[in-house]
Every structure is written in C-alpha cells, then in structure tokens.
C-alpha cells in the first residue's frame, strides 16, 4: 500500500512507465483517482448505473491491456475520457442497430408495448426533478454523436472546452460551435415535447 501511495505523489510521465512495466499498484492509484470521472461519464451517455459500471470497468481494463500503445501525445486522463467516449459511442450505436431490428419485428407483432423515458439519477445533473432531467436525457439520443459527447463532457462533467478538444482530437472553436449547436437542438427538441403536451 506505501508503494501504492508513493506513486500517487509521482509525475504522469512516472505514473504511465509503472503502468507500462505492469506495475498493480499504479494501476491501483490510477483507478482509484479516476473511477467516479469515468463512471459519471458513462452514466451520462448510458443512462443507467449498471450499464455505466460495467463499462467503466471495461474501460479501465483496456487502459490496463493497451497502455503500451499510450504514445504520450496528450495526458493520460484525455486519453482515458477518448477511450470512456469511444466505447460509449459504440455502445450506443449497437443498442441503436438492435432498436432498428427490434422495430422491424415488431411489424410483425400486434401487441406492441410504449417505451418510457428511462430512469435517470447523475450527479452532475442539477434539474428540478428526475423526471425532467429523464427527459433531457432522452433528447440528448437525438443529438449527433460529436454534439452528444462535447455536451456531456461540459455540461455533465464539468470539463473545460480546452480539454473536451484534446479528448475529441479537435479545435477549441469546433467544440464551441458542437456546444452550441447541441445547446440550440436540445431547445428545440424540448419546445416541441412541451408543445405537443399541451395540446
């Protein structure tokens, strides 16, 4: 455990050679200092907690599996928030390809059954009750995946646009523009439900 302790007082640069040697006790460190980042992460793309924890652990073991091709071209945290982003996005895309499926057989049943808003109870969601911020997070799905992943990244996790661009591998200005782009559909996606409920 002082092993454990020592590496945490240590350089990134330090930090990623023990992870690269194989070192459990960085790889220890590194979890414990970026679990609750990458686990709010994956709650806010995924929309439920056993969904977010199962990926945050995959998450980290590939950190733990691919670290050696860790150029050191960004901080190690950007490259763990790209890894996080990535595999949600591509969790996202499979469960969306499995919706067009499940739609395409339900042409076949007569008993289909309404989909509800799911659940949803993250930390950096500040709204007034669950049921709104259930409702945010069902128009985010509408989002593009590029506006999606900067509006999260900001407005859920708290992360400043410089970082947002090195985890996208794009500019500062691009990520201003995906924020306010993905700010002024969410608008619009909410006036519509809003309008259409009071009718």
Request: hydrophobic share 40%; net charge negative; glycine share 4%.
């Given at each position: 455990m002082l092993e454990a302790q020592q590496i945490q007082l240590e350089t990134d640069d330090q930090l990623v050679a023990a992870l690269k040697q194989g070192d459990t006790h960085a790889f220890e460190v590194f979890v414990r200092q970026n679990q609750s980042r990458v686990y709010n992460i994956c709650l806010a793309m995924l929309k439920n907690a056993q969904d977010a924890d199962d990926m945050a652990q995959e998450v980290f073991l590939d950190v733990y599996q691919k670290i050696g091709t860790f150029r050191g071209e960004s901080r190690l945290t950007t490259w763990m928030y790209r890894l996080s982003t990535n595999k949600c996005l591509e969790e996202i895309r499979r469960r969306k390809r499995q919706r067009r499926w499940a739609s395409l057989v339900s042409f076949w049943k007569s008993d289909g059954e309404a989909i509800e808003p799911p659940e949803f109870d993250h930390p950096g969601v500040q709204l007034e009750n669950k049921e709104r911020a259930s409702l945010l997070m069902l128009k985010?799905?509408?989002?593009?995946?590029?506006?999606?992943?900067?509006?999260?990244?900001?407005?859920?996790?708290?992360?400043?646009?410089?970082?947002?661009?090195?985890?996208?591998?794009?500019?500062?200005?691009?990520?201003?523009?995906?924020?306010?782009?993905?700010?002024?559909?969410?608008?619009?996606?909410?006036?519509?439900?809003?309008?259409?409920?009071?009718?």
């Amino acid at each position: 455990m002082l092993e454990a302790q020592q590496i945490q007082l240590e350089t990134d640069d330090q930090l990623v050679a023990a992870l690269k040697q194989g070192d459990t006790h960085a790889f220890e460190v590194f979890v414990r200092q970026n679990q609750s980042r990458v686990y709010n992460i994956c709650l806010a793309m995924l929309k439920n907690a056993q969904d977010a924890d199962d990926m945050a652990q995959e998450v980290f073991l590939d950190v733990y599996q691919k670290i050696g091709t860790f150029r050191g071209e960004s901080r190690l945290t950007t490259w763990m928030y790209r890894l996080s982003t990535n595999k949600c996005l591509e969790e996202i895309r499979r469960r969306k390809r499995q919706r067009r499926w499940a739609s395409l057989v339900s042409f076949w049943k007569s008993d289909g059954e309404a989909i509800e808003p799911p659940e949803f109870d993250h930390p950096g969601v500040q709204l007034e009750n669950k049921e709104r911020a259930s409702l945010l997070m069902l128009k985010m799905e509408q989002l593009p995946d590029n506006q999606r992943v900067a509006f999260t990244l900001h407005k859920l996790d708290g992360m400043p646009y410089e970082q947002i661009a090195e985890v996208m591998e794009t500019s500062l200005s691009a990520v201003e523009s995906l924020i306010f782009r993905a700010k002024q559909n969410l608008k619009k996606l909410l006036k519509e439900y809003y309008e259409k409920e009071m009718i």
